[in-house]
């Protein structure tokens, strides 16, 4: 037998309702008051939602303190600026209130991943994240021209696409390599001004 | 004293123990009075696991036992560890500078004094991890250490080392302060990079003072044989690697 302590988060003058379940989720040793209630109300989901919710929270609390003390990690050779419009887009990837069951959190070896460019790179402009289904980091840059996208994958690798808006979002160019060879395969294509200030 | 564009500190922690360990309601109450300024907090469980075996028969017996509690700022940039034996207040990089950190174990210590009052310590801690991000080029990934670093190892020209790891324990440093120094190699979260690690780690476990403006004091004094220690250390090529500007 497991004991419960539940609160309805949406009413918080609700009082507590504490009982006993077993692992089937069958309700046994309650008040017949707290049965009633437990009888209008879907208890076991509400359990499973409260979990739920607590899971995630923990989840994207974890997930921002690893990739923000991988920032801390190299903020000695960042702009104060640059970091903290880092510190703000990973708040808003993970934030509880836009996070929904279709998001991922961010893979930290893909991230770590990026921030090995940043040291290829050291005058790199601020990139627009984003996360892609695997959980990837995914960085774009944007000129008049030219729309640059980089995912950042597991074990030190990269894939990039590289289209025009004026075309349409026509895809031009596409490659995947280790990080150490991105800037070169970057500065090959004259897409240096895309990325990097002068 | 030196300032560096870069300075390449990573973490730096101010920790005190207790001779008398703190209550579970006294690092409670530490906590929940500190909680406005380190908003996320995560529980400090230890684990204790016995077996007994008997008749070829193993049983586990597991206990948690509380330890205490970590404290965060929203940013991640400070952490504030409260248990039973000690409290820490720990700083990721980007370092500000001395006099900001050491407000912030200032604000640890007096809410503590108010929470429990007079506790008897045992230790003071000052340590300072610092990493020299060396840029290598893309045909080498070979640098000479002591080019960064004026400790470390001796070894034949002839061997090219993969990684090495040293460290040297001076327990009267200068009056009744001790050094313990570790270098090594690390894994550079940078491309193109080498990094070599440098860990200072001073300490005070005799003639300890327990007033609180004793304490200060001697962080205040531990602070500049850490950064006589560090200039003594490290070489000019270090410190242009410090100096480079931010681009």
């Not at chain 2, 550079?188 to 476990?205: G, K, M, R, T, Y």
Request: charge should be negative; proline fraction near 3%.
């Amino acid at each position: 037998m497991t004991q419960f302590f539940y609160q309805s988060k949406n009413d918080k003058k609700e009082s507590a309702k504490v009982g006993t379940m077993d692992f089937f989720g069958t309700i046994s040793s309650v008040s017949n008051e707290t049965k009633k209630y437990y009888q209008e109300n879907d208890w076991t989901s509400a359990i499973q939602n409260s979990f739920q919710e607590w899971f995630d929270e923990q989840s994207l609390f974890n997930n921002k303190g690893e990739l923000k003390i991988l920032i801390s990690k190299i903020a000695m050779h960042m702009k104060e600026d640059f970091r903290k419009d880092l510190f703000v887009q990973i708040d808003e990837l993970l934030s509880e209130e836009n996070f929904t069951e279709d998001d991922n959190l961010i893979s930290v070896d893909s991230f770590a991943g990026f921030l090995m460019f940043f040291g290829l790179v050291p005058k790199i402009k601020t990139p627009s994240l984003t996360v892609t289904h695997e959980g990837n980091i995914a960085t774009s840059w944007l000129d008049e021209t030219v729309r640059l996208h980089v995912e950042f994958l597991p074990n030190r690798l990269f894939r990039t696409a590289v289209s025009r808006r004026d075309l349409g979002e026509k895809e031009l160019l596409g490659h995947q390599g280790s990080i150490k060879s991105l800037e070169t395969f970057l500065v090959r294509n004259q897409l240096h001004k895309v990325y990097a200030n002068e | 004293m030196n300032t560096y564009k870069r300075p390449p500190i990573i973490e730096a922690a101010i920790e005190i123990r207790f001779s008398d360990q703190l209550s579970e309601k006294e690092v409670d109450k530490l906590a929940k009075q500190l909680k406005p300024l380190y908003p996320l907090e995560t529980p400090e469980i230890g684990l204790e696991v016995m077996l007994h075996m008997s008749s070829g028969v193993t049983q586990s017996l597991n206990k948690e036992t509380k330890l205490g509690y970590k404290l965060q700022k929203d940013n991640f940039e400070e952490l504030l560890l409260i248990h039973i034996g000690k409290v820490a207040v720990l700083r990721q990089a980007p370092y500000p500078n001395w006099d900001t950190f050491l407000e912030s174990f200032k604000t640890v210590w007096s809410a503590l004094y108010k929470t429990s009052g007079f506790r008897k310590i045992s230790r003071i801690g000052l340590r300072y991890i610092n990493r020299i991000d060396v840029p290598i080029s893309d045909n080498t990934d070979l640098i000479n250490i002591s080019d960064f670093l004026t400790i470390g190892i001796d070894c034949p020209e002839k061997l090219h080392l993969d990684g090495y790891q040293a460290s040297m324990l001076i327990n009267s440093y200068s009056g009744n302060i001790g050094v313990s120094i570790r270098t090594a190699t690390v894994a550079s979260p940078l491309a193109n990079h080498a990094s070599i690690l440098l860990d200072q780690d001073l300490f005070v476990e005799v003639d300890l003072p327990q007033k609180s403006d004793g304490i200060i004091e001697k962080l205040n004094e531990m602070r500049v044989i850490k950064n006589d220690i560090f200039e003594s250390t490290i070489t000019d090529k270090s410190r242009a690697l410090f100096n480079r500007e931010i681009v």
